[in-house]
């Protein structure tokens, strides 16, 4: 869950076939898991994570010290040390896992296909090749029933083709040449007509080859603030690591001027015992953090993929947390596509219902998505029944057609037309009638405030006009003041004129409108906005889309696009929504925030681990040191173990969060600092307290523990 | 009593602060050189209008300091060929190596007794002239890393010799010379006489001597130097004869450090920013000072137990309160000087003044060191918090990347392995363990003492460890200059790097840190940080001691 607030287009899409689903972590998981994990054990591929690294040190040093001097305390701590290297493992592990299961499915997409590769562009003839072996430039025909062998662009021909395979979406599409709709995937599969591709993938790099990379994770960068914090753990672990190791002398010399104190399990005139001191090491670096930090990385990626949106880098992801203006295109994204009726505006002597009822007459035989709303409008708003244009025997039908500029229907001697306001007012003059100016003033009321408006006649009068406007999609205005809210500033993209771009900009609740908005002036908005310092996101799908998506930080391609747009853009939406990339920017700081609260749990985990261990260490030379151990653990081994083993769990029982991360609502910078400092700060210094203390009443008992 | 002296404190610094701040921006933004300004830029062959990159400037600090030092070394070497040497002979050589390093970082970490080893000249044309210059030092690189943050798009960061002479001439030698007529009024002593020879009362002679102590004892506070003329400092009577010449002191140590939050509002253009540094200055500072009272005022300890009150170290024209919140002020700040000895502190007491220094000084720190390592807490603050609120990271516009966060990190390193490293090795030495004067834990918080004070560049002693051996002079010579320039250079570095970027804009979405949630944030972490390093030695130290009653 990345909100609470419902919204369209969003939420859990219905479970696709062949994706693994999000939510919970399923126990079975990490069995399936646990072979992954202890491969990862070898230190050359441990170096990757130094925390752990030195974590696997101290579990090796503590086995060779325990089969030294044999005790239970010592074998204890030894097989908890690694087991906190093997958890830490079993996170990475269980989050790579979902990703191979989605590889597994996505190659079964990548069956070796043969292609039949035109000679030449214009060529009738064919030869037979195998489909790594076409070059971009190459042509090949696919035919209803093939495989298409590689991505490219359609150039001859229409055909519906079924891209389940990628977007796990089973409904064919059509692609065609020319036009915005033109690109195909390699390994999806055409079910109709017959098409000629122009390939454009390099061998051995096609999309399907890049999904398969990223969800299984195998070129994994490290994005910018990982490698921040990543600095940052690096330094607290020196930090420790000086503050234990130093500790030796100090303890030396206490125990040296209390000569009278008898050596102990933790503290002997050589020092602290080895097996102590690994134990406050692995105790006080930042392990928490430490093992689940690449955990939380794959599974930020994953949470885009359970989404229908490919990353073509973590980098992106991160950058979509950070974006501060979102470019939305206005049709499709903010609007639904088209304009609808929304009034009716009869002129002085006519009723609305009588304009409605005209009005609906000559909507019946539109197909037209606006004649459409204007009969649904008519019985939704004046409950007049729709009648199919069969049922009225002796009308006759005119179409729309663009010398006529409008449409309408002859019946019982009324000649009713609809259409755009010049064409209709010439009609009427053109049948002997005389329009007062009350028309000409509802027309401009209508299109001043953004609308559309097309005027209903009989024969040689007006009855009114009808309004049309751009729906803005429900729940817009609220996703809005959401951003607002995150402290992102929203422009809505259009081609309309001013007048009408603002009237819905106004209604949307967006921040800013570019009207009349060209390529060339989408690229400048983005470089404008990217030089006062923030960072763009914006969707596009047409090849004049390529320059501003590959400028923008966040750039998102719609599946359905050109792969002009798909290359250009970082991130690609398999669905074709843009409402999508309010999701991406949530996921982007969902991604950041749980690594920030998992540091901070981590960090103030190791004030309990102080209490618990320092008393343990040194109450024997001085008994005062006592006082510190607040939470009356049962003994210095009870005491040091219970700590070891606390600091191990909490990273089985953090996987689950740090794959799902931390719950994200959208509100300003200081709300959700104050949550999340509250609970991961205060609970992250209590919960240590309380979970050390019944491991210790549990395992008190064992031998060896007094 | 004690409420009284912090109250009246406290308001004298917020009346102050605001001014002296504006003043202090003017400063150092100005544009405009004075004659003399002039003249010492043409005797030092540097263009005061040509800017320098990150690297430059700390070229040019680094240079200037090596040339301070190895002028000071040689002054101290060859003090009884010069003048006024008051037939002093020349300094050993671990000790003119430990006291030039020490004047030069700013610590003035003392291992010799000034009135019987250095001679008027050294006094004042070696370590008064370092008492200056290295106190603008650190107020340069302060103001550098503000640059840092006001700029955007810009590969400099200032020009240092303007910053060095602006520091010193506008700043420093005014207020010193109102400041030291202030304390000659108070009964210091200024002159360049020989000593005093005495009867006492017994019939044996004494010679007082005396020398140009007010004036070098108004720069020691005020450029949070703490280097005494008189080996007891300013617990001599010559150094701060009274209640109210305490006070003045106390002010003149907080005046510049309290003041320079002011100055960085005003230079990023956002006083509000400044605001909220002074307010986690102040909240660990009266936190602190409050402590330091409480457990002397209480006097957790057997001996005050027995005698009534925690008196002993302490100079009785001071008092208890007075003499702790000097030991808190002295140790917040990089100062150094004492009016009461901090090894016969409570243990708890005597722990709140190392810990203090622990803190990295920072509250309110030395002139400039304090103001830097405060940012450098607050880089990284923002760091961890704002990763909580879903960006990466910024501060005052400038993200905080990888590079950021490096440098930092590497900033607030260098002090604790210092300590910790050279305290283990003190302890695991016989060289080490050979000057402590007491066993137990309380040898143990000597030696951490003195690691702290050098490489935090506090120069305060808890006194009761013997020093001035040649193992301790070098050790600790390390320290301090390890400590000092270390840092500088990260600091110096982040600059650079900051300056470079273009701000991002302030919305909704910006981890805002001027607000009181912010400065909690900032109070926490560095006090997590702290003792999370601490901990392990101070337990063996000043707590076992405390909790062993």
Redesign the interface.
Known sequence: MTTQVPAPGRGAAPERSGRVGGGLLDPRQLLVSLPGALVKLNPATLWRNPVMLIVEIGAALTTVLAVLDPSFFAWAIAVWLWLTVIFANLAEAVAEGRGKAQAATLRAAKRDTTARRLRSRDSAEWDVVGAPELKQGDFVVVEAGEIIPGDGDVVEGIASVDESAITGESAPVIRESGGDRSAVTGGTKVLSDKIIVRITQKPGESFIDRMIALVEGADRQKT??E???N??L??LT???L?????????????KN??PGVPDSLALTGDGVTGVVLVS?LVC?IPTTIGALLSAIGIAGMDRLVQRNVLAMSGRAV?AA??V?TLLLDKTGTITLGNRQAAEFVPVTGVTEEALAEAAQLSSLADETPEGRSIVVYAKDAYGLRERGPGELVNAKWVPFTAQTRMSGVDLDGREIRKGAATAVMKWVRDNGGHPTDEVGHIVDGISGSGGTPLVVADRDHVLGVVHLKDVVKQGMRERFDEM??????TVMITGDNPLTARAIADEAGVDDFLAEATPEDKLALIKKEQ????LVAMTGDGTNDAPALAQADVGVAMNTGTSAAKEAGNMVDLDSNPTKLIEIVEI???L??T???L??FS??N??AK?FAI?PAM?AA??P??D??NVMRLASPQSAILSAVVFNAIVIVALIPLALRGVR?RPS???K???R??YV??LGGIVAPFIGIKIIDLLIQFLPGMS | MAALFIASLVLALALVHKPFGDHMYRVYTGDRHTPPERLVYRLLGVRPGTEQRWSAYARSLLAFSAVSLLVLYGLQRLQDRLWLSLGLPPVTDHIAWNTAVSFVTNTNWQAYSGESTMGHLVQMAGLAVQNFVSAAVGMAVAIALVRGFARRNSDTIGNFWVDLVRGTVRILLPIAFVGALVLVAGGLVQNLAAPHELTTLTGGTQSIIGGPVASQEVIKELGTNGGGFYNANSAHPFENGTGWTNWFEIFLILVIPFSLPRTFGKMVGQVRQGYAILAVMATIALVSVTLTNVFELGGGATVPQAVGAAMEGKEVRFGVANSATFAASTTLTSTGAVNSFHDSYTPFGGMMTMFNMMLGEVAPGGVGSGLYGMLVLAV?TV???????????EYL?KK???R???LA??Y??VT??LV??G???A??NEAG?AGLLN???H??SEVLYAFTSASNNNGSAFAGLTVNTPWYDVALGLCMLLGRFLPIIFVLGLAGSLARQ????E??????TH?P?FVG?VV?VTI?LV???????L???P??E????
Do not use: C, H, W
């Open positions: 910018p603030n490698i921040a914090l600095i940052l690096a330094a020196i930090i420790f000086v503050a234990t190791v130093t500790m030796q002398p100090f303890a030396i010399y206490s001027v209390n406050l006080l991160e947390g950070d501060g607002r809210r995150m402290g992102i500033r030089e006062g310092g923030r982007g700081k969902q950041l925030i690594r920030g609260a540091t901070t960090i103030a190791d004030i102080y320092i040194f030379v001085y005062g040191l006082a510190l994200y300003s910078a200081s959700l600092l104050s999340n400092l991961y700060g | 990284i760091f961890v918090a704002g990763l909580m609120v879903g960006r990466t990271p516009g905080i990347g990888s950021e966060i490096k990190s590497m607030f390193l604790p392995i910790l490293v305290t283990a090795l302890m695991g363990l066993g137990g834990p040898g143990l273009t701000p991002v804009p919305s909704a979405g910006t981890l805002p607000r949630q944030m926490g997590i003792a999370l390093t601490f901990l392990p030695a337990a063996l130290g707590i076992a405390g909790l062993f009653s």
